[in-house]
């Protein structure tokens, strides 16, 4: 069944499980909704049945989704800066071009959620539980993502410069182009990730050890050896 498109719609700091238009909607009523450039800022959809939704150039400000089923949604363009997604089921959501810096997202269910081209600048992915979320081309600048589980993903493309990752399982990862200068590696599982091309920033000893296991490139070893010996490698 196709969804229905509802947009434009003013409302800000509204409790949408009062809101008459959206009301037969919510997980028993003919099927998902589309709404486009909806503002949403600081609305209340706490524990709201939503599967498949479609959030197309809303504005989520502030929105909160605290134990919100959101299973398959959507959400392309638009904003959701300081959104809460505590305890959210976004299993199999899907973030495409958002800025979402500043959202918490702590206890969430993730599995197979993928982030595309998002902003994700102080975002709290700390304790998220399910397998398979997929982050790429993202700016996570200071994101927190400790103890996310990442392993055997494309984590492309991404700017993790100064974010947390204790504790994150990266095992078998791709994090091919990424840059994670300054980013806390402690206790974070990396066998078999592939740091070849990444921007690895200055490497001590400490952080050395918190790259055991990792595949990198000669040019970035040869470096490392540089940094740490002093030595001149040659032919």
């Known amino acids: 069944m196709a969804s229905e498109l509802l947009a434009d719609l ?25 709404l486009a450039r909806c503002d949403l800022s600081g ?19 502030e929105a909160r989704l605290t134990g919100a089923r959101l299973d398959a949604a959507v959400f392309h363009g638009g904003s959701a800066r300081s959104a809460t ?3 959210a089921d976004l299993a199999g959501a899907r973030f495409e071009m958002v800025d979402a810096t500043g959202a918490h997202f702590g206890g ?20 998220t539980r399910g397998l398979g979320m997929l982050l790429q081309d993202s700016n996570l600048y200071a994101a927190n993502l400790g103890g996310a589980a990442l392993g ?9 410069t100064e974010a947390s990752l204790r ?11 990424s840059v994670l200068v300054g980013a806390d590696l402690f206790a974070a599982k990396l ?14 000893l400490d952080r050395l050890r918190a790259l055991s296991g990792a595949i990198i490139s000669r040019t970035q070893a040869e470096a490392i050896l540089v940094e740490l010996a002093n030595v001149v490698v040659t032919d």
Do not use: I, Y
């Open 167 to 177: 504790g994150a399982d990266l095992r078998g990862s791709d994090l091919s182009g």
């Open 108 to 127: 969430a269910l993730m599995s197979e959620a993928q982030f595309h081209g998002c902003r994700l600048m102080g975002t709290n992915f700390e304790g």
């Open 10 to 34: 003013d409302l800000r700091g509204t409790l949408l499980r009062e809101r008459p238009e959206l009301r037969e909607h919510r997980g028993q009523g003919p099927g998902p909704l589309t």
């Open 152 to 160: 055997n993903a494309a984590l492309t493309g991404l700017r993790l």
């Open 43 to 61: 609305a209340d959809l706490r524990g709201l049945d939503l599967p498949g939704w479609v959030f197309h150039d809303c504005n989520l400000d």
């Open 191 to 204: 066998k078999n990730a592939d740091l070849r091309g990444a921007d690895l920033g200055p490497v001590d």
């Open 85 to 87: 997604f505590v305890d």
